[in-house]
């Protein structure tokens, strides 16, 4: 199998259906070469009678300790198939499902890359300009950091090579937040990372709704620094928004 999808998920019923509607009616990949994961951390809502009902793996959560995001990242990881794992959050959408797979298909699958990042914006009809700045800043901000060596990518959409996830451990649990740049870190220093626009896919703005984009500019910086310097996140939880 080529690739695993991997969505961790709690209590994602509002969104996660738009997303399986996507992923099942257009990858232009037989369904052989697929499969789709849901990690689930302990919904209380609908979301495994959604992932049931179009076809999806479904991971349950059964320990009474509450999963953080990488833990639902990794469960799902160690359960796939595939070589390659598209890690992607339940609140986004890709830009064109055809076109994102076919990038992969001619220029990820069988090429020396080991991981790659996508370009996230937020949902077109929900879109301000403090949106287009702020994720237009940080896409360019984290090819410089790639550039300079240290490797970064948006959690919402990450793919990596299996056998370098596996090599790694896959995310650190211990982190609260950041696992996706911490990830992506470690992974830099054993080879080529990309980001690419080719890979466009839109995100929620409801987290940035809530707290502002100062905030979460702000506990990026603290998280990411933290990370760097001690090896641990500044967040001892990353607050749910539904």
């Not at 951390?41 to 009678?49: L, M, P, Q, V």
């Not at 740049?181 to 929620?204: A, N, Q």
Request: glycine share 8%; charged share 25%; aromatic share 12%.
């Amino acid at each position: 199998m080529k690739y695993s999808i991997i969505i961790p998920t709690l209590n994602e019923e509002k969104l996660l259906p738009q997303l399986l509607n996507q992923l099942t009616a257009e990858i232009p990949l037989p369904k052989s070469e697929y499969e789709i994961i849901i990690s689930d951390g302990g919904s209380k809502d609908a979301t495994e009678e959604i992932a049931v009902r179009y076809g999806c793996i479904f991971l349950k959560h059964e320990s009474p300790v509450k999963d953080n995001i990488s833990a639902g990242r990794n469960k799902g990881g160690m359960k796939s198939s595939g070589n390659w794992l598209i890690f992607l959050n339940a609140d986004i959408l890709l830009a064109n499902t055809r076109n994102f797979f076919l990038f992969l298909e001619q220029k990820v699958a069988r090429s020396s890359l080991l991981a790659v990042g996508g370009h996230v914006k937020v949902f077109p009809e929900e879109e301000i300009f403090s949106d287009r700045l702020f994720h237009g800043f940080y896409y360019y901000y984290f090819h410089i950091l790639n550039f300079l060596g240290m490797g970064n990518g948006r959690g919402e959409c990450q793919i990596i090579r299996k056998d370098i996830f596996l090599k790694l451990g896959g995310y650190d649990e211990q982190l609260a937040a950041g696992e996706d740049f911490d990830l992506f870190k470690r992974i830099k220093k054993l080879g080529r990372i990309l980001l690419t626009d080719d890979l466009l896919v839109y995100e929620s703005p409801r987290r940035f709704r809530r707290f502002g984009y100062f905030n979460v500019s702000l506990m990026w910086l603290k998280n990411s620094t933290s990370i760097v310097l001690m090896k641990k996140s500044i967040s001892r939880e990353w607050e749910e928004v539904r």
